[in-house]
Every structure is written in structure tokens, then in C-alpha cells.
């Protein structure tokens, strides 16, 4: 049976117990990058380079406890995090895997089937296998591959990094962006802050501005797709969850 990752806080050390299944040497290698120069200007590093294997096999990682951003907070710091997520884009690429990306869409699209056959969420699964399929080729930058606020932290000199390397991996630098160009296009982020953000980024990478980014669009269809499944499972009845369901039958009809 697939278990997700957990953490648990013991005084000022972070256990993170991965995921059954995780990758030993992809995950080495992650941990390896967040521990060195100059990725760990935006990564947050590891208290140790490498996993640790638990009696039942899954594996541990262990980190210093930070403050993590609040993600309900009135004020999100939205430029300071789209400065931080162009940051990490503009690094020298490391020698890892594809981001864990397509993994998570694969996962969101078989928990989809699990939801309530028969039912409106039927077309989750459909519209995950969907994009699948139509998964982009290219891309070599460094991507966090689930960047969000909640996995972001303040340094003891208030530097903003970003935590979680089990995702890290090369690709297209919009699908870090995706979540957010996902929510503003469905109206769950407000205008301002969707400009903040990019302000920021493009603040670090101004040829992005010259860009027209017409690659955000699939990154926002699955980012989009994966928050609704997960809210579908958290709490099917919640304002939040109809929402995002309608959006995904709008991408689909």
C-alpha cells in the first residue's frame, strides 16, 4: 500500500519519513544538492547529505527547524517568493532526474478513481489521464516541483528558502509557477497578488518578461487538477472543492 510522506518535529530536528518507494540514490542525490554551493542559497539544506532507512524500510531525512511561512497569512510575502522561485531557476543545473511532477499528476489521477465512481469526479481521472498524455518534452532548469508557500522558510537571517527536495529535479521552469497561474485562472488568487509574484520573479529574470509563457498553461491544468483531487479527499463537500471541480469540467468541455 502507497504511504505518503510524514514529519514529525522533535525539539529543533525535522524527521521527514518519505514516501514508500522513494528512490534512494534519486533522493541522495536531491539531498546532496540542497546541502551545497550555490543551491542552497534558495534550498533549504539537510542536517545530513543522505537518507536514512527506517525498520520498515521507508526512508528518513532529517532538517533543522525553521519558521515556515504561514499560507492563510493576511500578507504572504508574494514578491519575495516569486524573487526566490526565479532564484532557484537561474542556478547551475545539477545533475539530477526530471522533477517529480509527472509522478504526482500520475498519483492524483489513480486517487481520482478512488473518489466516487459512477460520480461528477469521474472526470478528474479522465482529465488527469488527459494530461498525462500530454505531458511537454523539454526543459533543464532547476524546478522545486511543489512549490508553494507552505513549503517555504525563514532563515535565522530571515532569508526565504524553500524546503522539501523529494520533488527536485530538472524540467520547464513554469511548472513551479503553474499552482499559481492554476489559481488566479480560476479565480482563487487574487490579481494583485498573481502580479506581485511575477513582479518578483521577473524582478531576478527579466528576459522571462519578454516571454509570452503560453508553456504555463498545461502546468496550470495539472496543478489545478491535483489540488482538486486532493480537496475532493480532504473535504468533498467544501465550497473549495466545488470550485475547483467546476473548473476542471470547464478544461475538459
Known amino acids: 500500500m502507497y504511504k505518503r510522506s510524514e514529519t514529525v518535529t522533535l525539539d529543533d530536528v525535522v524527521m521527514v519519513k518519505?514516501?514508500?518507494?522513494?528512490?534512494?540514490?534519486?533522493?541522495?542525490?536531491?539531498?546532496?544538492?540542497?546541502?551545497?554551493?550555490?543551491?542552497?542559497?534558495?534550498?533549504?539544506?539537510?542536517?545530513?547529505?543522505a537518507p536514512i532507512?527506517?525498520?520498515?524500510?521507508?526512508?528518513?531525512?532529517?532538517?533543522?527547524?525553521?519558521?515556515?511561512?504561514d499560507a492563510e497569512e493576511a500578507k504572504p510575502p508574494w514578491r519575495e517568493f516569486g524573487e526566490l522561485l526565479a532564484r532557484l531557476h537561474?542556478?547551475?543545473?545539477?545533475d539530477l532526474q526530471p522533477h517529480g511532477g509527472r509522478a504526482r499528476l500520475a498519483r492524483s489521477a489513480t486517487?481520482?478513481?478512488?473518489?466516487?465512481?459512477?460520480?461528477?469526479?469521474?472526470?478528474?481521472r479522465q482529465l488527469g489521464l488527459s494530461l498525462m498524455r500530454s505531458w511537454p518534452d523539454g526543459g533543464n532548469r532547476l524546478v522545486h516541483g511543489d512549490a508553494h508557500l507552505g513549503n517555504c522558510g525563514r532563515l535565522a537571517d530571515g532569508r526565504l528558502v524553500l524546503l522539501r527536495v523529494e520533488n527536485l529535479g530538472l524540467g520547464n521552469p513554469?511548472?513551479?509557477?503553474?499552482?499559481?497561474?492554476?489559481?488566479?485562472?480560476?479565480?482563487?488568487?487574487?490579481?494583485?497578488?498573481?502580479?506581485?509574484?511575477?513582479?518578483?520573479?521577473?524582478?531576478?529574470?527579466?528576459?522571462?518578461?519578454?516571454?509570452?509563457?503560453?508553456e504555463l498553461d498545461h502546468p496550470a491544468r495539472c496543478h489545478l487538477l491535483m489540488a482538486a483531487v486532493a480537496e475532493q479527499r480532504r473535504d468533498y463537500t467544501?465550497?473549495?472543492?466545488?470550485?475547483?471541480?467546476?473548473?476542471?469540467?470547464?478544461?475538459?468541455?
Open 111 to 124: 486517487d481520482a478513481a478512488a473518489l466516487h465512481p459512477g460520480g461528477p469526479t469521474d472526470i478528474l
Open 90 to 94: 537561474r542556478l547551475p543545473i545539477p
Open 174 to 214: 513554469a511548472w513551479d509557477l503553474g499552482l499559481f497561474a492554476g489559481l488566479f485562472g480560476a479565480g482563487l488568487l487574487a490579481d494583485a497578488d498573481w502580479g506581485t509574484l511575477l513582479d518578483g520573479y521577473f524582478a531576478r529574470d527579466a528576459e522571462a518578461r519578454r516571454r509570452p509563457w503560453p
Open 18 to 49: 518519505h514516501a514508500s518507494g522513494t528512490d534512494a540514490d534519486l533522493l541522495t542525490a536531491q539531498l546532496q544538492v540542497a546541502s551545497a554551493d550555490p543551491w542552497r542559497n534558495a534550498l533549504l539544506s539537510p542536517l545530513r547529505p
Open 238 to 253: 467544501s465550497s473549495l472543492a466545488a470550485t475547483l471541480l467546476e473548473t476542471c469540467v470547464r478544461m475538459v468541455n
Open 53 to 69: 532507512p527506517a525498520p520498515d524500510g521507508r526512508l528518513v531525512t532529517l532538517w533543522p527547524r525553521i519558521n515556515k511561512l
